[in-house]
């Protein structure tokens, strides 16, 4: 059997890092996030992942995937990210686990080609920033706590 072909990227919103990336795969798993099921409102899963990953894959990649949500400007996305070098570089080398991580576990049945941009602090955020002093850099994404 010969490998399938798997692209590794973050989409927003789409809850999965992990795309069919020829025919072949897309005929056995399918359109849209491989990696991740589907769930109802109330959490119950409609549609498993296609491709089971470990739990630390993914812990991993629903935290880079929430993070990932966070990177364009929260006003207008078209205006510069207000992620900070540092935010950006602990993103990039978290990509970069999460897909050593992939590769690992589903290498022996997938080549995985990284299409993930690697993101750097945006040149115009200074300028930005001091255009629009309500606004702050960002050093670091949380989630926010309910209750």
């Known amino acids: 059997m010969t490998k399938g072909a798997l692209r590794f990227f973050f989409d ?10 020829d025919e072949d ?13 589907s769930f ?25 995937g929430f993070q990932h949500s966070r990177y364009l400007n929260p006003l207008y996305p078209p205006d510069p990210s207000l992620w900070s070098q540092a935010l950006c570089d602990r993103f990039n080398a978290d990509v970069d686990r999460l ?17 993930q941009p690697r993101y750097a602090e945006d040149p115009r955020l200074a300028d930005y920033l001091a255009k629009n002093p309500g606004l702050k850099v960002m050093d670091r994404v949380t989630r926010p706590t309910i209750g």
């Open 12 to 21: 927003h919103g789409a809850g999965g890092c992990l795309w069919a990336g």
């Open 25 to 37: 795969t897309r005929a056995r798993l399918g359109v849209g996030p491989v990696d991740a099921g």
């Open 40 to 64: 109802d409102l109330k959490g119950r899963v409609l549609s498993p992942a296609r491709l089971p990953l470990s739990a630390a894959a993914q812990r991993l990649r629903d935290d880079l």
């Open 99 to 115: 897909l050593a991580l992939l590769r690992r576990e589903l290498g022996g049945d997938y080549d995985i080609t990284d299409e």
